[in-house]
Each structure stands twice: as structure tokens, then as C-alpha cells.
């Protein structure tokens, strides 16, 4: 089960920076980080940490998730290949 939390706000940190966003009439939020340096971590998969910043419940703790991004290499070239039938 999930909640669906219209206008709230959450923050992302990553490599050090930390962003906000508002979530939408739906609940989704959307983040999009420039990152001043590249990422040296030869790591594709990076950790991102999400936590709600609005308080929701009386006495709530802010509650944190730990998301996995995949971060492809420099080297890497993307193709869509659309075929119909």
C-alpha cells in the first residue's frame, strides 16, 4: 500500500549536494541535480538519500529512503530502435 501526499516537500542529497522539490497533486516529485565536478565513483550505481521534509504526523521522525541510480559512463551512446508491426 502506498500513500499518494500532494504538496509536501522532500529533499535529495547526492555527491554532496542536498535539493527540494514540492510533490504534486499525485504525490510524485522530480529532481534534477547539476553537479559541479563528475562523478569519480567508477561505481555505476550511485546511492541517493530521500526524506520526506514536510511533517506529516504529529511527532514524526522524517522518514529517509536510500534510492539506487544507475549513473552510465562518459563512454556510453543510447539508440531507440522502434519497430512496429
Known amino acids: 500500500m502506498t500513500w499518494q501526499i500532494p504538496e509536501v ?3 535529495a542529497s547526492f555527491n554532496g549536494i ?3 522539490a514540492t510533490t504534486d497533486d499525485k ?3 522530480e529532481f534534477r541535480m547539476e553537479l559541479p565536478d563528475p562523478i569519480t565513483d567508477p561505481n555505476p550505481w550511485q546511492n541517493v538519500e ?3 521534509a514536510s511533517r506529516v504526523i504529529k511527532n514524526q521522525s522524517p522518514p529517509v ?3 539506487h541510480l544507475f549513473v552510465p ?3 556510453v551512446e543510447f539508440r531507440c530502435d522502434l519497430r512496429y508491426r
Do not use: A, D, I, R
Request: glycine share 6%; aromatic share 12%.
Open 73 to 75: 559512463s562518459e563512454n
Open 65 to 67: 529512503v536510500h534510492c
Open 27 to 29: 504525490g510524485y516529485y
Open 9 to 11: 516537500m522532500v529533499e
Open 50 to 52: 530521500v526524506k520526506l
Open 18 to 20: 542536498t535539493q527540494s
